[in-house]
Nanobody, 116 residues
Framework: QVQLVESGGGLVQPGGSLRLSCAAS????????MGWYRQAPAKQRELVAT???????NYADSVKGRFTISRDNAKNTVYLQMNGLKPEDTAVYYC??????????WGQGTQVTVSS
């Protein structure tokens, strides 16, 4: 059974920090590079960060230097540490495999709102 459960979102002021967590089913987590995605209102879902099985990471230019993705293989969990948050980071954040498409199963996501 596929499981992707995101948590950790909330309301934060510009410049603040949040740490998102995603608990994934082992069948997905152990075999795949993982990624964090986000979707802002009226915009397409975009890939924000990825982490390979060997923990190599990649980031979208918009978050590079501010966000850090990590994974805990013992807990089947992937994290996204977000620092220096900006209003344009406001979105629903999702995790999935790094190559997920709209045809894949998606969890409920976690809302991040950056506002003063």
């Amino acid at each position: 059974q596929v499981q992707l459960v995101e948590s950790g979102g909330g309301l934060v002021q510009p410049g603040g920090s949040l740490r998102l967590s995603c608990a994934a089913s082992g069948s997905i987590f152990r075999r795949n590079a993982m990624g964090w995605y986000r979707q802002a209102p009226a915009k397409q879902r975009e890939l924000v960060a990825t982490i390979s099985l060997g923990r190599s990471t990649n980031y979208a230019d918009s978050v590079k230097g501010r966000f850090t993705i990590s994974r805990d293989n013992a807990k089947n969990t992937v994290y996204l540490q977000m620092n220096g948050l900006k209003p344009e980071d406001t979105a629903v954040y999702y995790c999935n495999t790094a190559s997920a498409s709209s045809w894949n199963y998606w969890g409920q996501g976690t809302q991040v709102t950056v506002s003063s």
